[in-house]
């Protein structure tokens, strides 16, 4: 590693436990991406295509090679098959989520997903009553049954439209059936995506991204909906609530397990027998003091948003985490976990489990998860932590952590205001707060880590801008200390008085990457309240550090539904400038939206500013000068 550590990361842990990994020969992400240098410049315009075996092809940039793949297609088509298949790679991994949940609800229901339960009754009614179920003198069980049923067809074909698409204003569908981007069925998007991406089908890059649109928003409005909905259904509604952040929540004298992916389905299960008095006892009986359930990435947001579950670390902190050597367990579910993970382990004594039958990876022990074992399972596993915790080594535990709440759902949002979002929008309408903005996504290695989220949210909060936060960004932020009621202090006077009066932080968290829905239907209660849509909202989107096809979707489907969203790193598509144009120009027309690129924080905060304050004016309301 030839960089200075500063260099790579802003945290104190992350440096730290970057030194500590090079002590110990650890490869990290950091190393690999140096090792890829010069990336291929080709892939980084979107300008290569192997969707064929004609191929594979590439168009020169520089108008001096080959201008055309073998069967003819330019770079606008080339880049936008390139984008659109990675909108489909993220819809369908959001949606596949959802509908694993959906499984255990049906599973719930049969009484075949034994230590599952239904823990949100009110909620089952209320989402019920929008699939056009009604609730009343029904017992919770054949409910359940009937809900999952009715999300099941949203992921088919015989619909016209997915059904929570009815949560978006109605100017906004309006616009969706007029531009023909309504999404039909979850998977039929996803599909007809697939199959119009394929060699010698759309070959209209205009129409290929309208179809992206529509793919994207048959996520936001459909499986991640779907699957935040049926998570606060089975697991609980979030509600606000203290926990620690960072590498220190690990403790030297207890069992630490570390859950690592996405689906609350198995982290659930296992904080449940952390918590067993069989469980506590026996590690007791090892040595250990207690039993310490951590989370990293957005299974961790899952855990801390419902239970106040500590948050070890972010994306690129996973590596790291291992090299604490005081990990017994990690166990890993689906998305975003390096591959590499199992190789950091094996330098000391952490136990690796994968979980899921669609996810496997090297030097890692898969023990399969199933609604019907879920409870068993995590009982064994949860065992073979303690019994791990005795083979320890050396352990490095480089900070200590820091306090952050956690926990805001739409409900406990409007809760705080009073039961109405009326309050937020005087505050807006007065000019204490000047607008919102949802910072999602996660890290890149060609970011300097967090360096991205934390400059850009706190120069939005300083501007009495209120942030809300999912998945990577979220613990970013709380390490920054931004997720306390005495980060007022960092804000403008305005959003200062107006969190005060409330209690509230100025950064809150919503959840993980399926979560961002939650910033979908919160634009939606304050458009609906103002009678407007939710383009004209002062409302906008940040990723600053994204690397995901996951988030690639979430910024199409808030594109898409009106917001306004800055990228940090910019996506494959400079190969073609009519691409380049209309998503961050001609989009405008379309949706009422578009994306701008901007990697440095400081200026991506210059821009959402300016953005807002023009929203703002239209909306004649007080705007001020950028
Ligand atoms: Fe080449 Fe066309 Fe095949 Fe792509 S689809 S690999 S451009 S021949
Ligand atoms: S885990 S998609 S790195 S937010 Fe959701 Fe983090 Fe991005 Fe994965």
């Known amino acids: 590693m030839s960089k200075a550590y500063e260099e790579l990361t802003i945290t104190e842990d992350g440096r730290k436990l970057l030194k500590k990994a090079e002590q110990d020969q650890v490869e990290t992400v950091w190393d690999r991406h140096q090792a890829q240098q010069p990336q291929c410049g080709y892939c980084d315009m979107g300008l290569s295509c192997r969707i064929c075996a004609m191929g594979p092809c590439r168009v020169d940039p520089f108008g ?27 819809a369908s991994s959001h949606s596949d989520h959802g509908r694993d949940l959906v499984e255990v609800l049906a599973g719930v229901a049969k009484g075949t997903a034994p230590g599952y339960t239904i823990r949100d009754e009110g909620k089952l009614r209320k989402v019920a009553l929008e699939y056009g179920i009604n609730p009343e003198g029904k017992d919770v069980l054949p409910l359940a049954g009937e809900l999952a049923w009715a999300m099941m067809e949203d ?21 969706w059936k007029k531009i023909g981007v309504t999404p039909r069925g979850i998977d039929r998007e996803t599909s007809e995506m697939m199959h119009r991406t ?38 609980g509604i979030p509600t606000p609530r203290p926990t620690m952040v960072n590498a220190g929540v690990l403790k030297q004298d207890q069992v630490n397990i570390i859950v690592h992916g996405h689906n609350p389905v198995v982290s659930e299960m296992i904080l449940k027998a952390c918590e067993s008095p069989e469980m506590l006892a026996l590690a007791e009986a090892k040595g250990a003091s207690g039993i310490n359930l ?12 419902r239970h106040g579950v500590p948050m070890a670390g972010n994306h690129l902190m996973t590596e790291l985490i291992l090299s604490t050597g005081a990990v017994d367990m990690m166990l890993v579910d689906y998305q975003c976990i390096m591959p590499s993970l199992g190789t950091v382990a094996a330098c000391y004594h952490t136990k690796m489990i994968s979980t899921s039958d669609k996810a496997r990876f090297p030097g890692m022990e898969h023990r399969e998860f199933h609604p019907d074992n879920a409870r068993k399972l995590a009982e064994e596993l949860v065992k073979e932590a303690i019994e791990n915790f005795t083979r320890r080594g050396k352990v490095y535990i480089p900070v200590e952590p820091v306090p952050a709440i956690g926990g805001f759902s739409v409900e406990t949002i409007v809760g705080a205001l009073g039961g109405t979002p ?30 991205g989220h934390v400059t850009l ?3 939005l909060i300083e501007n009495d801008i209120l942030v809300v936060d999912t998945g990577c960004v979220s613990v970013a932020n709380a ?70 096809e996951k988030a690639v979707t979430i910024g199409v489907y808030f594109v898409a539904s009106g917001v306004y969203t800055v990228l940090g790193p910019m996506p494959p598509i400079t190969g073609s400038l009519n691409v380049v144009n209309l998503l961050t ?4 027309d379309v949706v009422g939206a578009a994306f701008a690129v901007e990697p440095d924080p400081e200026n991506a905060a210059l821009l959402i500013r300016r953005h807002i304050e023009g929203k703002r004016k239209a909306l004649g309301l007080s705007s001020i000068k950028v």
């Not at 951590?294 to 948003?305: I, Y």
């Not at 120009?585 to 405008?588: D, V």
Request: net charge neutral.
């Open 422 to 451: 009326e309050p937020l929008i005087e505050a807006i309408k007065a000019g204490k707060i000047r607008g919102a903005v949802g910072i999602v996504g996660c890290n890149n290695p060609k970011i300097k880590h967090d360096h």
């Open 155 to 175: 992921y088919g074909m015989r619909q016209e439209q997915i059904t929570l698409l009815k949560r978006a204003p109605e100017k906004r569908r309006e616009l």
């Open 294 to 305: 951590a989370g990293v990435c957005c299974t961790g947001n899952e855990l801390l948003m």
């Open 198 to 235: 394929h060699m010698g089908v759309d070959n209209g890059w205009q129409s290929l991204l309208l179809q992206a649109l529509r793919n994207a928003l048959s996520d936001g409005w459909g499986g991640s909906m779907i699957a935040t909905e049926v998570s606060d259904i089975l697991f």
């Open 64 to 90: 001096e090679g080959p201008q055309k793949g073998v069967c003819g297609a330019d770079a606008d088509i080339i880049v936008a098959r390139n984008l659109c298949r990675m909108v489909a790679a993220g």
């Open 479 to 548: 390490k920054a200390g931004f997720k306390v009621p005495e980060a007022i202090a960092m804000a403008g006077p305005g959003l200062k008085e107006v969190c005060g009066s409330l209690g509230i932080p100025p950064v809150l968290h919503l959840g993980s990457c399926v979560d961002n829905v939650r910033i979908l239907v919160l634009a939606s209660a304050l458009a609906d309240a103002l009678d407007v849509d939710i383009s004209d909202l002062p409302l906008a989107g940040a990723a600053p550090e994204w690397y995901s």
């Open 585 to 588: 120009e001609g989009l405008n």
């Open 457 to 459: 949210t706190k120069r």
